[in-house]
């Protein structure tokens, strides 16, 4: 099956991340490779003016904890912590790192989402490897 699994997260309750981590167990081979991912979307300077920096810190590091217990609950992951647009984002990650299967949560689709979460779209559309989308 697969030898280098990514496993994107995000932490609110819309995405399954416990069904994400069931599929790439599933999908691994023996000796696979997990890792957890979450991407920090990155905010426009004008912005990041107003906010102080003890601020910004301080919500990097939450988000590095969460995302340290994240992968916990994947037995031998490896979380990676990535700034940037989340869809593009994991796609050059995947490309980068020698990924052969992405297993993805997604979100309950709106109309405006039509299908697929824009993020879950980009990712299926763009990635050079295997996409597994969870619902």
């Known amino acids: 099956m697969y030898k ?6 995000v ?5 399954d991340t416990q069904a994400s981590y069931a599929v790439a167990r599933a999908l691994a081979d023996k ?4 890792t957890v991912a979450h991407v920090i979307e990155d905010i426009p300077d004008y912005v990041t003016t107003s906010i102080p ?5 301080s919500t990097r590091r939450e988000a590095e904890a969460s995302l340290a217990q ?6 031998g992951s490896t979380p990676k912590m990535i700034s940037g647009h989340a869809g593009r984002s994991i796609v050059d ?5 020698d ?18 979460g824009s993020t ?12 597994h989308v969870i619902r």
């Not at 994240?70 to 037995?75: E, I, N």
Request: glycine share 2%; with cysteine.
């Open 4 to 9: 280098n699994i990514l496993v994107p997260v």
């Open 11 to 15: 932490f609110d309750k819309d995405h």
């Open 93 to 97: 990650y995947a490309n980068d790192n």
């Open 70 to 75: 994240a992968a916990k609950d994947l037995s």
């Open 99 to 116: 990924i052969d299967c992405i297993v993805l949560a997604s979100h309950r689709p709106g109309f405006s989402d039509l299908f697929l």
């Open 31 to 34: 000796n696979a490779k997990f």
């Open 120 to 131: 879950a779209a980009r990712v299926v559309r763009h990635a050079k490897c295997a996409v």
């Open 53 to 57: 920096r003890d601020v910004l810190a």
